[in-house]
């Protein structure tokens, strides 16, 4: 199985279903998980002023969440988060389980029909075509 796993992580309905979902496939090899958070952040105008919507505190709590619940279920986990420009969480994933050579990346899906998510972009359908490991996308 996977002994190096990228978790994916937000604030999504789905987001402890992802975590159970890590917990279980790093669990089979005594593996070891990064847990990822992309803080997206919106450029305004010619400025080049940005904000998130997202607190500092807020996506601190979400990857120590993550990492607790692994680290109780005697998980190895590993947290960090990454901020980039709107629209490139997923290269930030991509690039992130590139450099901690993970086996495979676990992350969720928001649920957009195909048609919203064609109009307005997936991160999962992102990471899927451009990683090079498989990815386990949680609904």
Do not use: C, N
Not at 61 to 70: M, W
Not at 80 to 90: D, F, L, N, P, R
Not at 94 to 118: E, K, N, P, Q
């Amino acid at each position: 199985m996977y002994d190096r796993l990228l978790l994916a992580v937000d604030r999504s309905d789905v987001a402890e279903r992802v975590i159970d979902a890590a917990r279980e496939i790093a669990s089979l090899s005594d593996g070891e998980v990064w847990v990822l958070h992309v803080q997206e952040k919106e450029i305004i105008g010619r400025g080049g002023g940005s904000f998130t919507i997202e607190s500092d505190a807020e996506v601190r709590s979400i990857v120590e969440h993550a990492a607790k619940e692994l680290d109780d279920a005697g998980i190895k986990a590993h947290y960090e988060v990454q901020s980039t420009i709107h629209g490139q969480a997923a290269r930030a994933i991509v690039g992130a389980a590139r450099a901690h050579d993970v086996g495979v990346i676990v992350m969720g899906s928001r649920g957009r029909s195909d048609l919203t998510a064609l109009l307005l972009g997936s991160t999962a359908h992102a990471v899927i075509h451009l990683s090079d490991q498989p990815v386990l996308v949680v609904r």
